[in-house]
């Protein structure tokens, strides 16, 4: 279909709304017409006049502004293919869920009758915090705005964690992605709107020295799938990949890491220490079990006719979320639910009782089992999809195909445990 053409660029009253300015330059470098609107505290961090340089237009900031007939912002709003605001504060996103109108981009985004695409940027203590939490469920029930990010990183305070806006290239292909489904129906459906699911994919990379390093022959296609089938349907998506070539997804938020500590380190971080960042975790990385004990700082030197390479083991990222489930701190037995992958070289019987032991040992949801020859570097996959409830043997489909049918899974597990409603 062909895409719209006109963007409302809203800027908020966050140190990130410099960031802004980049936004908008890869927005028009799209094609696109952006119409920039700030509220006054935006102002105050950056100058309108930059904005409206890059745009070619003045900045909408007063809602009686005198070169719009009428409301300002009932005009903006119904000619405006899609709303995006970046960065969106905690402050914002309150105001929108709670339907206000008393400024400029609250009153826009409550006219506007076309999606919008907001990125949260704020303090990681004000984006935990419950009131926030809920505003964003509000958001996600209503099903009209589709979050990017935050992601993790240094904040503004000089300490990090989860609250920095996400890369205005992130953003734009966020954007992207809303104006080229039009609606969420077309885009694939509404059923995974209000869910949040971290996917991890392809293999870690374990270092021997700076030249030499461990790892396996994920492509990391099938978690990409996952990520790509997960942010179609409505969920709000990061992915977590390991070393892979493959383009992030449109509207999925993506943290690339290097090894099993480094994956361990970034889901802590998403999950929280409660377990509550995330609805859904799928594993779909190939994690590697073994790492160097001592990695070489210096390229190792050929010395005799073998070498012995002690490995220790890499910790077992999901059996321990799994053992974390329903313990102390007031963590919720059955959340985020959990999906693990069981890669064997076994036939397929034998392929099934170690995914059944797996899925006991490793105290999870689902287990997608498949033979590494009919899932590593191929377009499709043959998987048994193995839970309490049983089992079900899936035929040669695509991974997108497969994804679909793993996200089935898990939306049917978050209705019945409420997580979504009914």
């Known amino acids: 279909m062909q895409r719209p053409q006109t963007i409302a660029l809203a800027v908020t009253g966050s140190i990130a709304a410099y960031k802004a300015v980049e936004v908008a330059r890869r927005l028009m470098d799209e094609g696109l017409a952006v119409v920039p609107v700030m509220t006054r505290g935006a102002t105050k961090f950056l100058a309108p006049l930059t904005l409206s340089g890059i745009c070619g237009r003045a900045v909408v900031s007063d809602m009686f502004d005198d070169g719009y007939p009428g409301e300002v912002h009932v005009e ?18 309150a105001r929108i869920a709670q339907g ?64 920095r806006m996400a890369d205005p290239a992130d953003i734009v292909r966020a954007a992207l992605a809303r104006l080229d489904a039009g609606s969420l129906d077309d885009l694939g459906g509404t059923d995974l709107v209000g869910l949040r699911i971290v ?3 392809g293999p870690t990379v374990e270092d021997i020295d700076p030249v030499r390093f461990l790892s396996n022959r994920s492509s990391g296609r099938m978690g990409f799938a996952i990520a790509a089938r997960a942010a179609s349907r409505g969920a709000r998506v990061t992915l977590v990949a390991g070393p892979v070539d493959l383009a992030t997804p449109k509207g999925v938020a993506r943290v690339d890491v290097r090894s099993a500590r480094e994956m361990q380190s970034v889901l802590a971080a998403l999950l929280g220490d409660d377990l509550a960042g995330s609805d859904a975790l799928v594993m779909a990385a190939a994690v590697a079990d073994y790492t160097p004990r001592e990695p070489h700082t210096h390229k190792m030197k050929k010395a005799g006719e073998s070498i012995t390479l002690e490995l220790e083991r890499n910790p077992d990222i999901l059996a321990n979320i799994g053992a974390a489930r329903g313990g102390d701190k007031g963590r919720d037995r059955d959340s985020p639910i959990l999906v693990g992958f069981a890669v064997e070289t076994a036939e397929d019987d034998v392929l099934l009782a170690y995914a059944q032991k797996k899925l006991r040992d ?5 287990i997608v089992a498949n033979r590494a020859s009919d899932s590593f570097g191929t377009p499709t996959n043959r998987a048994t999809l193995v839970s309490e409830e049983g089992t079900t043997a899936l035929s040669v489909m695509s991974k997108p195909d497969l994804a679909d049918r793993i996200l089935d899974r898990i939306l049917a597990l978050a209705t019945a445990r409420g997580i979504l409603p009914c």
Request: charged share 20%; hydrophobic share 50%; proline share 7%.
């Open 76 to 93: 903006i709003g119904k000619t405006v293919d899609l709303v995006v605001i970046a960065p969106a504060t905690a402050d914002a996103i």
């Open 100 to 163: 206000r109108a008393d400024d400029i981009v609250a009153a826009l985004a409550l006219s506007a009758g076309c999606p919008i695409v907001a990125a949260p940027a704020m303090h990681a203590r004000m984006w935990d915090h419950p009131a926030t939490q809920r505003n964003v469920a509000a958001l996600h029930a209503d099903g009209r705005v589709t979050l990017v990010g935050p992601v993790d990183g240094p904040l503004a305070s000089g300490e990090a964690g989860r609250g």
């Open 199 to 201: 996917v991890t994919a």
């Open 362 to 366: 490793k105290k999870v949801d689902l």
